[in-house]
């Protein structure tokens, strides 16, 4: 499901479809999981969560989000977040930046809800790779 979602944000990123197409897209395989999954326990005599505990106490959300700008003049950025951080400040900086006037406009089109989603379904790995002639942008977690 993970590869799915990548696939679903990356054509979202490319401008093949819209953040609510993107959306709509990650709520049926969210759907499509659950039907999986609640049929699975219906088979089994007693479900294992060790796995679900574990992932959800550590795992994920003690990865990453590690943003790097780098420019031809040298002024290279490098931003540390942790995935706790930024699923924990996500709606309230958001929420927070829509009422300063100069931020709004770069922040009404940012739809929160698919962030958390991807947050919540483990997005791994490089998420951004821009490359222009005088920059390069990258987004990975890890």
Sequence with gaps: ??????????????????????????????????????????????????KKL??????????TLKIRITSQENDNVNINLPIKLVKAVLGTGLSIASNIPQAAKYVKDIDIDLLIDAIESELDGQIVDIRSGEETVIVVIE
Aim: charged share 30%; proline share 2%.
């Design 54 to 63: 574990s992932s959800a106490s550590g795992g994920y959300l003690d990865k």
């Design 1 to 50: 499901m993970k590869e799915e979602i990548s696939k679903v944000l990356s054509m979202m990123q490319e401008g093949k479809i819209d953040s609510d197409k993107a959306s709509e897209l990650i709520d049926a395989l969210k759907e499509k999981q659950t039907a999986h999954t609640s049929q699975a326990v219906q088979t089994l005599r007693k479900p294992d969560y060790s």
